[in-house]
């Protein structure tokens, strides 16, 4: 068995799958110095704690994927230093907290999934920036305030979930115009 000294050695790994393990514990450290990884795959175990700024130095990472484990604090801000990022999925965890507005920065981003969690405030603007995303899921979370007009600015949404969260206001009334490849609507 590989022990996690032998993994932080391993400089030119591209994909790190742990998956559907009973790996428990912090998310380690060192895993910001593996300068190869492209795609940090980490869905169902028992991980703990908050996620690593030390991500961030990870500039290759296209994916980060840890649905279904025990992460919980915030996004850190430093996530929005990942500018090769295509997919972020933390659902079925214990995130709190808001969405930083750093996520703007991820101009390549393709899919942004963190449904079953407790984030809150209200949803960022900011998102309305991310013009290659094609899948929003904020669905049951504790965001409030009204669904961001900016959102409309996203022509290659396909989903978007946002039900189950505690969201006023009206609905934006150019949906239809607005997200014209729009293919699942959750609210």
């Known amino acids: 068995m590989v022990s996690y000294q032998e993994l932080f050695q391993l400089h030119k790994l591209e994909i790190l799958n742990l998956s559907y393990n009973a790996f428990n514990g912090v998310i380690p450290t060192w895993i910001g110095s593996l300068s190869s990884l492209q795609h940090l795959i980490l869905h169902n175990n028992a991980f703990e704690g908050v996620i690593p700024p030390s991500i961030s130095n990870l500039s290759k990472l296209e994916s980060l994927e840890c649905r279904s484990n025990f992460i919980k604090g915030s996004i850190p801000f430093e996530i929005g230093r990942l500018e090769s990022l295509k997919i972020l999925r933390i ?97």
């Open 91 to 187: 659902s079925r965890n214990n995130l709190s907290g808001k969405i930083p507005p750093a996520i703007s920065n991820l101009w390549s981003l393709e899919r942004i999934i963190l449904s079953y969690n407790s984030l809150s405030g209200s949803i960022p603007v900011e998102i309305g920036n991310l013009y290659k995303l094609e899948h929003l899921v904020l669905g049951h979370n504790k965001f409030r305030g009204s669904i961001p007009l900016e959102i409309l600015n996203i022509s290659t949404l396909q989903v978007l979930a946002l039900q189950n969260n505690s969201l006023s206001g009206s609905l934006p009334s150019d949906v239809g115009c607005g997200l014209p490849n729009l293919e699942e609507l959750y609210l």
